[in-house]
């Protein structure tokens, strides 16, 4: 991300890491029983709203807490410099609506994400408000989590 703290652009850069990452994971379905799945689902919209809801509250230490071990972003900025990047952010999100889990998948790439246990994309309707101008844009976006350690992350 760019000195200019263009935070709208983290997100989007963020799916199209979602896309490589949901690349490397094999497609077919999981066999877990649909009780298990159902307590999946469950764990991955709480870990979605706790991301998103940080979000609108402007909550930076909680947004931060939020990044898997393993994301790009979270292995190469600081704290500290996502908490620059986040205030100086033209946008910013004011609202959100999970549209719907897109799927939850198993790792089937240990070599490349050895600490990932398993996938999910969660597409959400994101309304952002451009800070200076006051305008609302809303971007429909595949948030991607990732679980590690039997906790759910955003990537």
Known sequence: MNGNGNYK???MAGACFAVAVSMAFCIPESALSNSQ????????????RKFLDAEVRRDYPAIYACFAPSSPYAK???YEQYLAQAKSAP???VKYRIVDISYIKNNEDRQTFSSVDKI???EVDVTFLHVS???RSEVNIGFIFLKEGGRWYKS
């Open 76 to 78: 190469t900025n600081s």
């Open 37 to 48: 799945n159902d307590l999946e689902a469950k764990a991955v919209m709480q870990a979605a």
């Open 91 to 93: 946008d910013r999100v």
């Open 120 to 122: 999910a994309q969660v």
């Open 9 to 11: 652009k983290a997100i």
């Open 133 to 135: 101008t006051k305008y």
